[in-house]
């Protein structure tokens, strides 16, 4: 059964706020406590304390910190389970080492069953959202494009607004695909070269970052001309530095929200159309890394911007779920065998180009091409099996 994740925006009264700003801040602070728990275990003692054994401390702490008692144990759990998995992603290299968060770092909490803590009522169309240990009821708004069963919900605190995140078990997904196959490359002038061997459709970046930039630097130089908080001197921020904080944070976001519309838009139309996708693997990780010391380290940072103003790896993931939900098939062609952008889709002929060679030119059969629109043409046939050999 697929599980798929709908956001709604909570809309509470100023009661009903000030119960989930409680219940913020008490999260927040088992969050800490566990965490000190661990440091201070294995620092001073050498014990190493597990999920478990905090778990099956909770009955304890909570006879000590009778406050807690109103909340819903499966979410002081999933709390728990938070620092857990903070200590996970630190033994495997994936993160640096849980450190203590300030409420302005905490967003949340997660309720992790429907059957006790939260109910969702609602058809998938706004509606209301339930929390029984804090007995409210909260108005919501959203829209989801499949509803199901209610399984978890994440009560989230960002921008000055409240939302709930619910993840939904969705017996069936009905997607309609069409049956067309297609090589698609993803770049930065084109954000989408799409091909199906005989008609080719270049997607111009939107570029929303680069669009919004001067705008951004404009405001960040006012924010910079404002007091700034220092915590290790004790000094508060200026209400001018809020308000400019506020608006560069709007803007940010703007650009953020235009960007995911944009890229569901051109994914949804892509799926409509196709019902085999064939494109290049991108390590989008290893492409935006920092240059190292030298004398390109500007043109390297222009670069990484593109990219991440295009957003690849969420463009890339939007085609792949689409498809997939339809029953379509996604395949990712391996860059460092196939080399889409080297190789000449007729014959097969692999020549290096730098990325200022914006024409494909094959120097054996004189095939002449967007470079785009060859790496495209690449990918399909590869998958197809009708890729020439050298």
Same mark, same amino acid.
């Given at each position: 059964?697929?599980?798929?994740?709908?956001?709604?925006?909570?809309?509470?009264?100023n009661s009903q706020e000030q119960k989930l700003r409680w219940a913020r801040a008490m999260h927040k602070e088992l969050y800490n406590s566990a965490l000190a728990n661990r440091k201070t275990?294995?620092?001073?003692?050498?014990?190493?304390?597990?999920?478990?054994?905090?778990?099956?401390?909770?009955?304890?702490?909570?006879?000590?910190?009778?406050?807690?008692?109103? *909340?819903?144990?499966?979410?002081?759990? =999933?709390?728990? /389970?938070? @620092?857990?998995?903070?200590?996970?992603r630190f033994f495997q290299g994936l993160g640096k080492y849980p450190r203590f968060k300030s409420i302005r770092h905490y967003s949340g909490w997660t309720y992790p069953d429907s059957r006790q803590g939260f109910k969702a009522h609602t058809t998938g169309i706004n509606g209301y959202l339930?929390?029984?240990?804090?007995?409210?009821?909260?108005?919501?708004?959203?829209?989801a494009r499949n509803w199901g069963r209610p399984t978890t919900c994440t009560i989230v605190y960002r921008n000055g607004k409240w939302y709930a995140s619910i993840a939904v078990d969705i017996p069936s997904i009905q997607r309609e695909l069409g049956m067309g196959a297609v090589g698609?490359?993803?770049?930065?002038?084109?954000?989408?070269?799409?091909?199906?061997?005989?008609?080719?459709?270049?997607?111009?970046?939107? *570029?929303?970052?680069?669009?919004?930039? =001067?705008?951004? /630097?404009? @405001?960040?130089?006012?924010?910079?001309?404002?007091?700034a908080p220092n915590r290790k001197s004790k000094v508060k921020a200026s209400r001018r530095w809020k308000k400019a904080s506020s608006r560069v944070g709007k803007l940010t976001r703007k650009v953020a929200n235009q960007r995911q519309n944009w890229l569901h838009q051109v994914a949804t139309q892509i799926a409509a159309c196709n019902s085999l996708v064939a494109t290049e693997k991108l390590e989008v990780k290893n492409m935006t890394r920092k240059a190292k010391k030298g004398k390109r380290r500007?043109?390297?940072?222009?670069?990484?911007?593109?990219?991440?103003?295009v957003g690849f790896g969420m463009l890339?993931?939007?085609?792949?779920?689409?498809?997939?939900?339809?029953?379509?098939?996604?395949?990712?062609?391996?860059?460092?065998?196939?080399?889409?952008?080297?190789?000449?889709?007729?014959?097969?002929?692999?020549?290096p180009k730098t990325l200022d060679e914006r024409v494909h030119q094959c120097s054996n059969c004189g095939y002449q091409q967007d470079r785009d629109i060859a790496s495209a043409e690449v990918c399909l046939y590869w998958v197809k099996g009708t890729l020439p050999g050298p």
């Open positions: 059964m697929p599980t798929r994740r709908v956001t709604f925006r909570l809309y509470p009264t275990q294995y620092q001073k003692f050498g014990n190493k304390v597990d999920y478990y054994q905090q778990q099956g401390s909770l009955p304890a702490f909570k006879e000590v910190w009778t406050e807690y008692k109103l *909340l819903n144990a499966g979410s002081l759990q =999933a709390t728990l /389970k938070r @620092v857990d998995f903070a200590y996970q339930e929390l029984t240990d804090l007995d409210i009821q909260v108005q919501m708004r959203g829209q698609i490359d993803i770049g930065c002038k084109s954000a989408l070269a799409i091909t199906d061997g005989e008609h080719h459709q270049l997607v111009e970046a939107p *570029l929303f970052l680069r669009h919004a930039e =001067a705008r951004i /630097k404009q @405001v960040s130089k006012s924010k910079r001309r404002r007091r500007k043109q390297k940072a222009g670069l990484n911007k593109s990219i991440l103003d890339k993931s939007a085609i792949k779920y689409k498809v997939e939900e339809g029953g379509g098939q996604f395949i990712e062609v391996p860059t460092k065998k196939v080399k889409p952008s080297q190789t000449c889709p007729k014959c097969g002929n692999q020549h």
